[in-house]
């Protein structure tokens, strides 16, 4: 299988090879406007899908507050352009929250987001967004998306009363651009008196595998659970965090959270998430990789350089030649910089890889990556001076030499 080589170093035998012989960043790209007080960027979506790539359009999807509400915001640029596009409002309500965004054939994309207790979507081509369509009955929250080509996925949470669930549902795009919705299902046969929290999703030729954050048990775990009938049914649901304890008989375990997951390859998926697993040490970043209905044994991703500070919020992406990547945020070189890593050759984790256009100076936080099926890494991050600082957004890519 062809992976792509991230990190600082990759061995054959003896020799290291740096990830600049591999990658070429290129200088970052300003997405938003300078810094304003009291205005701040969020990309915490369900999953971190707040930047995708379709055919030469590269779109980003995020939410801001300038506007003294928060509301949800795309903008877009050609590849070979070094200026974003005007942005476009996306949101349409008094409140809006966590949006998503994945890739249509033909430079088009789908979004998603949070707006007054509902869940929308909506496409857009070029400047042009099209109407808005409602997917959730109930209160709902935390959507993601998945797409292969025309076909599309969303997968969010709702609750009813004191009783929550999981759903997906299957999208069409219409003449006009609408999103129709075509099927839709819950993910559980019966609601859940716990919370399910940030579910996310991914789809390939194969099958679609939707993975969450669940309480049942007292304690968050992480589950998922596959369709091979474009989401009209599902498999019995599964544990993808390893139960880990280090204590007593009496603990239920490592706590975990904010799962985010990507296709690669033609049956093939990466998930990664934040495991509390090393004990006084904060979050790691593990990761497992997933064929068909199941995914294998739990892999931390980092390495041992920092390995004693917490790490943050991960983000995922895979492709269909088979190259996937996970990103990250930590503090081992003083202030918070975005760091990378992959499969090298020997199929293990590579050495840890930061980026020079989103390290340095300031904070650099909240990744969120796209791979393209040319190799190419698509770099999507919060900067700002100091953590309690007005934010911006910045891009950038990663070319393969």
């Keep these: 299988m062809n992976r792509l080589i991230v990190g600082l170093c990759l061995c054959f035998f003896t020799h290291p090879l740096l990830a600049s012989d591999v990658w070429s960043f290129e200088q970052k ?3 938003t406007a300078k810094p304003v007080k009291g205005v701040f960027h969020h990309l915490e979506g369900a999953g971190r899908k707040h930047i995708a790539v379709s055919g030469d359009s590269i779109a980003v999807s995020w939410e801001d507050d300038h506007s003294k509400d928060p509301q949800i915001y ?5 590849t070979g352009d070094h200026v974003f596009s005007k942005k476009l409002q996306v949101s349409t309500g008094l409140e809006a929250y966590e949006p998503a965004i994945a890739a249509l054939t033909g430079s088009q994309f789908i979004l998603a987001w949070e707006q007054d207790g509902s869940v ?10 099209s109407m808005t369509s409602r997917l959730s009955t109930d209160t709902a929250s935390q959507v993601s998306l998945a797409t292969t080509g025309h076909n599309s996925f969303a997968v969010w949470r709702e609750q009813r009363g004191r009783s929550w669930s999981l759903w997906v549902a299957r999208l069409d795009l219409d003449s006009t ?8 299902s819950r993910v559980e046969p019966v609601e859940l008196d716990t919370p399910v929290l940030f579910p996310t999703i991914a789809v390939n030729d194969v099958g679609l595998m939707v993975a969450w954050e ?8 992480l589950k998922y659970s596959y369709s091979v009938d474009n989401g009209d ?5 599964q544990y993808l965090n390893e139960f880990f304890s280090n204590r007593n008989k009496y603990d239920k375990g490592s706590g975990v959270t904010r799962v985010s997951m990507a296709a690669y390859a033609k049956d093939e998926f990466i998930a990664a998430w934040m495991d509390k697993r090393r004990g006084g040490t904060g979050y790691g970043i593990y990761a497992a990789l997933g064929s068909d209905d199941s995914f294998g044994p739990n892999e931390k991703v980092h390495g041992k350089k920092g390995d004693t500070l917490p790490h943050y919020n991960p983000a995922t992406t895979g492709n269909k030649v088979g190259n996937f990547a996970v990103a990250w945020d930590d503090y081992r070189q003083g202030s918070s910089d975005i760091w990378i890593s992959s499969y ?3 199929d293990e984790w590579s050495i840890d890889f930061s980026p020079k256009p989103a390290s340095g100076k300031g904070e650099q936080s909240h990744a969120s990556i796209a791979l393209d099926n040319q190799g190419n890494l698509h ?5 700002r001076e100091k953590i309690d600082a007005p934010s911006r957004l910045w891009y950038s890519y990663g070319k393969p030499r």
């Design 29 to 31: 790209i300003a997405v």
């Design 74 to 78: 795309v903008t877009s640029k050609k």
């Design 120 to 129: 929308y979507v909506r496409s857009l081509s070029g400047q042009r967004l």
């Design 177 to 184: 651009g609408l999103l129709v919705v075509t099927s839709k």
């Design 214 to 221: 669940d309480r049942q048990s007292g304690h968050t775990r």
């Design 233 to 237: 049914s599902f498999s019995e649901v």
């Design 344 to 346: 090298n050759e020997d």
């Design 379 to 383: 770099l999507l991050w919060i900067e």
